[in-house]
């Protein structure tokens, strides 16, 4: 009488290739639950920072009317595309919405960097005056170009 292999002991194979076992990881460097739970309060503070309704970054994403609201409460599920079209909409990295708590606490300067992207984005989209806007926009072209950065 032949026997089955004990799932708990013997790796699982498709053909000779080993397949790896889900393991659950507790440890303070990813909580999933903890990330899902803080996606939606960082999407609304960095709205909030940069002095943004809900309905403009609706429009400038691309999101049908009340998709930011929707996600900023939890009722609608955070997809990549959703990060991707505010971190274009917003110039914050993508990064931004996955650093725990702990990210944050050991890496104070990437938070601070972060923070400043915000509030010069912040400043930058008060400017009413076109010609204003578009004179500090190619300040700071020159000033990156002359510090060897690239071209915006």
Same mark, same amino acid.
């Given at each position: 009488? $032949?026997?089955?292999?004990?799932?708990?002991?013997?790796?699982?194979?498709?053909?000779?290739?080993?397949?790896? *076992?889900?393991?659950?990881?507790?440890?303070?460097?990813?909580?999933?639950d903890e990330l899902d739970n803080s996606m939606?309060?960082?999407?609304?503070?960095?709205?909030?920072?940069?002095?943004?309704? $809900?309905?403009?970054?609706?429009? *400038?994403?691309?999101?049908?009317?009340?998709?930011?609201?929707? =996600?900023?409460?939890?009722?609608?599920?955070i997809y990549s595309s959703h990060l991707f079209?505010?971190?274009?909409?917003?110039?914050?990295?993508?990064?931004?919405?996955?650093?725990?708590?702990?990210?944050?606490?050991?890496?104070?300067?990437?938070?601070?960097?972060?923070?400043?992207?915000?509030?010069?984005?912040? $400043?930058?989209?008060?400017?009413?005056?076109?010609?204003?806007?578009?004179?500090?926009?190619?300040?700071?072209?020159?000033? $990156?170009?002359?510090?060897?950065?690239?071209? =915006?």
């Amino acid at each position: 009488m $032949a026997t089955t292999p004990d799932k708990h002991t013997e790796p699982s194979k498709i053909g000779n290739m080993p397949v790896a *076992q889900s393991t659950h990881l507790h440890n303070n460097t990813f909580d999933s639950d903890e990330l899902d739970n803080s996606m939606p309060q960082r999407i609304k503070a960095l709205r909030h920072g940069l002095g943004m309704s $809900a309905a403009t970054l609706d429009r *400038q994403a691309g999101f049908t009317l009340g998709t930011t609201g929707r =996600l900023e409460r939890g009722d609608q599920r955070i997809y990549s595309s959703h990060l991707f079209h505010i971190s274009s909409v917003t110039g914050m990295t993508i990064g931004y919405f996955y650093m725990t708590d702990i990210d944050i606490q050991n890496s104070p300067a990437a938070h601070s960097e972060e923070l400043e992207k915000q509030q010069f984005l912040q $400043a930058y989209i008060t400017i009413k005056d076109p010609r204003l806007k578009r004179d500090v926009f190619e300040l700071i072209e020159t000033l $990156a170009n002359s510090d060897g950065g690239v071209k =915006l």
